[in-house]
């Protein structure tokens, strides 16, 4: 793949509009050997019909084997190297909630936990709490907290979900997460890989001590696990590199998060999917290119509800037919990974694919589905940050290589 640069020497301008839709975890597996995926047992008359007009394939996040977190896979999905491109969960946490970050700052993800009288993990999201007690335990641990060595500065995201941002001088961000990523034992203690992270690694575990005091009495979310500790630092944006002014609507901090990394403008919608088309809707004159997110996808295969899931399938394929009457020139269909329900977490197999473009070859995909994008799929396997390109030049807007 080459590197971001490259493509800086290749970008046109055209008058063409883009669009990703990206379904959280939409891949998955079936209940039983021989059966149908969550995707592939949902009534989903659009996207089967815009696969049947379309291109399909597989995309792997990462690499083939690999699990991806979502900050990687969507960074992936944007055009950039998600392994040169790594960036924290925290990093992306921070910015979704549109917190002002400084050059050397330290964010973690934080996830709300219960743990039992012995310190062991008996919930990793304590309930999925709703986001006023979050927001409610935020501000107790706002007010009774003392560290030294650095200030600290909390802010809840949703649900379970909240971030912190450590900010003091030679602050680095190379520590291991709390989280065991399992129930029945304690949380990983706080680590640094190297020297110069030591003194983050202490102001840590000093935090850890006290949260753990504070909300001993806080039921179900009596603690908290951190994950995706990340040093904040200037990214290279989408526009620079692709010539392109691009919109991204989601409903969650993280996803604004990394959106806003890449240099997209976040818009304001309201808390439903059909608010986010409405802000497409809204916008669609603005920009060359949008990125809408849609959630439950993944929050339904990571509870383990295959029908709920089928469900959400069902729900992001009624989003289409409205998204359609906008006339897009490029259409990208796909998820960020696959959470199987099966699974009840992220897993590493591919993604199905929907390309569409009046400049795309077509294929034989009459579904949409896994095993159909894997057995008719015209673009194949392939990672997925080569579908930025892709799309890029079906919307005519990468010159020609070479004379």
Known sequence: MPDMDFYKTLKRKADTKMLLLVADGLGGLARKPGGLTELE???KPNLDKL???GTCGLLDPISPGITPGSGPSHLALFGYDPIKCNVGRGLLSALGVAFPLEHG???ARINFCTIDKQGRVTDRRAGRIATEVNSRLIEKLRKNLKVDGAQIFLEPEKEHRAVVVFRGKDLYDNLNDTDPQATGVKPHDVQAADPKS????KVVREFLKQVQ???ADDHPANMMLLRGFARHERFVTMEEVFGIKCAAIATYPMYK???????MDVLDCGPEPEDEVEALKKNYDKYDYFYLHYK???SRGEDGDFDAKVKEVEHFDSLVAPIRTLKFDVIAVTGDHSTPSLLKAHSWHPCPLILWSPYERRDTCERFGETECAARGG???MPSMHLMPIMLACAQRLEKFGA
């Open 41 to 43: 047992t949902a009534k």
């Open 51 to 53: 696969a049947a007009e």
């Open 105 to 107: 700052d330290v964010a």
């Open 198 to 201: 030591e003194k983050a690694a």
């Open 213 to 215: 005091t504070i909300l």
């Open 257 to 263: 998060g990394v959106a806003k990394l890449v240099g």
């Open 296 to 298: 439950k996808t993944d």
């Open 379 to 381: 673009l194949g396997r």
